[in-house]
């Protein structure tokens, strides 16, 4: 079974910067689609960033220019840079893989089980 673990999040000041990373383990020959998604409380999981497997990324308006998603397919590691943070990027945020290729067939819809960032005003 592929799992996703989040790490890097934490308490920053606004203005700061934080890398999140992602660390795909299991049985895995190839990850596709990923994706960070953040949540706050009472609102829906919103996707921020995504990058296919060829590195083509895209991202939300309100992210744009301060975060960057990558990848590298040899370690299986997901990360997203936040740069220029504010305190309405506050929130849980998550890793998610489309579908993971492995030794025994696919697995769909991969979630982590979130990392808590907190920008300070």
């Known amino acids: 079974q592929v799992q996703l673990v989040e790490s890097g999040g934490g308490l920053v000041q606004a203005g700061e910067s934080l890398r999140l990373s992602c660390a795909a383990s299991?049985?895995?020959?190839?990850?596709?689609?990923m994706g960070w998604f953040r949540q706050t409380p009472g609102k829906q999981r919103e996707l921020l960033a995504s990058i296919d497997g060829d590195g083509r990324s895209n991202y939300i308006e309100s992210v744009k220019g301060r975060f960057t998603i990558s990848r590298d397919n040899v370690k299986n590691m997901l990360y997203l840079q936040m740069s220029s943070l504010n305190p309405e990027d506050t929130a849980v945020y998550y890793c998610?893989?489309?579908?993971?290729?492995?030794?025994?067939?696919?697995?769909?819809?991969?979630w982590g089980q979130g990392t808590q960032v907190t920008v300070s005003s």
């Open positions: 299991g049985t895995i020959v190839k990850l596709e689609a």
């Open positions: 998610h893989a489309d579908r993971a290729v492995t030794r025994w067939g696919f697995e769909h819809d991969i």
